[in-house]
C-alpha cells in the first residue's frame, strides 16, 4: 500500500468539514488584524489628543476626501466652531490647529474604511472561487456585519460629544473599545484556526487570563473616557492613600464604578495587579510545556504583561503624555494578542526537542 497524499502544505491548511481551506486565506485574516490593531492604537492616539470631535459629520462616502482647497478647510472649521467642543474649550484655537486634530480622526476614519475594504474584497474572491465555505463562511460573513456595526458604534460615540458636554460618553467609549478588541480576537482566531491546528493545552486557567486581560483594557476606556489618568499620579499608593476618601461619594454607590475617577482610576489599577498576577501564574505553570514554542509563547505573554505593567505605571506618574499613552494602548493590544495565542492553543506540534 502507498501512503496517502498530504495536500500541499504551502497551499492548503486547516480542513473546514473535510475540505481545505487556502492558507493563503489565512495570511489574509491576520494581515486584516494587523490592520484593526493599528486601528486601535490610532484610535487611542486620537483619544488622547483630544481629537475625535474634530468631524462632526458622519459622510461614509464623500468623507473618504478629505478638504482639499483653502474654502474647504475654512468650511470644516465653521462647522466646527458650531460644536461645544469649540465654544466651550477651544475659542482660541487657529486654523492650523484644528488642521491638527482634523487628521487624527481623518486618519482614524479613513483606516476603518480600508480594513473593511481590506476585509471584503478577499472575502468575496475566496467566495467565488468556493474555497471558502461551510461554518466558515458564515463566521466571516458574520465578522463583516460586525465591522459594520463597529463603524456605526463609532459614530454613536461621537455624536455623545456633540450636544452639551464636549466630551464623549465613557460609556459608548468602552462599548467601542469592546467591539474592537472582540473583532481581533476573532480575526486572530480564525486565522490561526485556518493555519494550525489547537492544541488545547492549558486552555481553561489561560482563558481566564485572556477574559482579566480584556476586561482590564475595558477599564482603561473609562479612564480614558472620565481622564482619570490625570488624577492621583502617585504608585502605589493614591498620592499617600490605599483607599482614598473619594472612592464612594456617589450615590447611589455603583455609580462610582463608571462615573467617580476615583474609583475608575482605583479599580483600574487593582485590576492591573489582579492581571499581573494571573498571568504570572499561568505562565509557571506552562514553563514546564514539553514543546518548545509552547514555553516560548507562555515567556512571551509574560513579557507583554511585564511591559504593559511598566507602561501603566510610567504614564500614571508622568500625567498622561500622548506618547507614553498611545504605547500604553499598544501594549495592552499586545497583551490582548498574547495571551489569546496561549489560550486558543494555536501551535503545531513541535518537532523540536524540548
Known sequence: MTAPTEPNV????????????????????????VLVAAMIVLGG???????????????????????????????????????????????????DEFKTIFWFEYAHRLLGRLIGLAFLLPFLWFLVRRQLHGRLAWQLGGLFLLGGLQGLAGWWMVTSGLVDRPEVSQYRLMVHLALALAILALLLHLGWGVLSPRTGRDRPGAWLVF?????????????????????????????????????????????????????????????????????LLLWWRGRGAADRRRRRAFDLMLAAMLVQFGLGVATLLLQVPVALGVLHQAGAVALFTATLFVADGALKPSSVPA
Open 45 to 95: 492616539a486620537t483619544r488622547l489628543t483630544q481629537s475625535g470631535l474634530s468631524i462632526v459629520d458622519w459622510q461614509p462616502i464623500s468623507g473618504v476626501l478629505p478638504p482639499l482647497s483653502d474654502e474647504d478647510w475654512q468650511a470644516s472649521f465653521v462647522r466646527y466652531q458650531q460644536f461645544p467642543e469649540f465654544q466651550k474649550l477651544n475659542r482660541h484655537m487657529s486654523l
Open 10 to 33: 504551502s497551499t492548503r491548511a486547516g480542513p473546514v468539514r473535510g475540505r481545505a481551506v487556502p492558507r493563503a486565506a489565512g495570511y489574509w485574516l491576520l494581515a486584516v488584524a
Open 211 to 279: 477574559a482579566l486581560v480584556y476586561l482590564q483594557a475595558l477599564s482603561g476606556a473609562l479612564v480614558a473616557g472620565l481622564d482619570a489618568g490625570l488624577h492621583y499620579n502617585t504608585f502605589p499608593t493614591m498620592n499617600g492613600a490605599w483607599l482614598p476618601p473619594e472612592l464612594w461619594h456617589l450615590k447611589p454607590w455603583w455609580l462610582n464604578l463608571v462615573d467617580n475617577p476615583t474609583t475608575v482610576q482605583f479599580d483600574h489599577r487593582l485590576g492591573a495587579f489582579i492581571v499581573a498576577f494571573a498571568a
